[in-house]
């Protein structure tokens, strides 16, 4: 069974950074396939941010955080970064790292396993 817990959230000025862990435990090349960052600000549907594939080869992003965020993993595969730089207001959300066993529809939903949520602030 895979168990994610992001941390790293919090509150920072506009056009400033900071850098969400997401700790994996029970990840094999299997079930965690693929590993993705998304966000929920109130009132609005989930969104995708990033995702990366096991192999770290492959990164994908909105088209929102391109060029701001990065994504990338530890070497031993038990934990996901989300880098995020030049923060905008718009980027406050409670943001969710997940995993699945496919890399089809990376960019959706739909994968197996969820964490909990680290809520990022920005004030302007």
């Known amino acids: 069974q895979v168990h994610l817990v992001e941390s790293g959230g919090g509150l920072v000025q506009a056009g400033g950074s900071l850098r969400l862990s997401c700790a994996a435990s029970g990840c094999t090349f299997i079930s965690c396939t693929a590993m993705g960052w998304f966000r929920q600000a109130p009132g609005a549907e989930r969104e995708f941010v990033g995702a990366?594939?096991?192999?770290?080869?492959?990164?994908y992003y909105a088209d929102s955080v391109k060029g701001r965020f990065t994504i990338s993993r530890d070497n031993a595969k038990t934990t996901m970064y989300l880098q995020m730089n030049s923060l905008k207001p718009e980027d406050a959300a409670v943001y969710y790292c997940?995993?699945?066993?496919?890399?089809?529809?990376?960019?959706?939903?739909?994968?197996?396993?969820w964490g909990q949520g680290t809520q990022v602030t920005v004030s302007s």
């Open positions: 990366v594939t096991w192999s770290g080869g492959g990164t």
């Open positions: 997940a995993a699945k066993n496919s890399e089809f529809g990376m960019t959706t939903l739909r994968y197996d396993y």
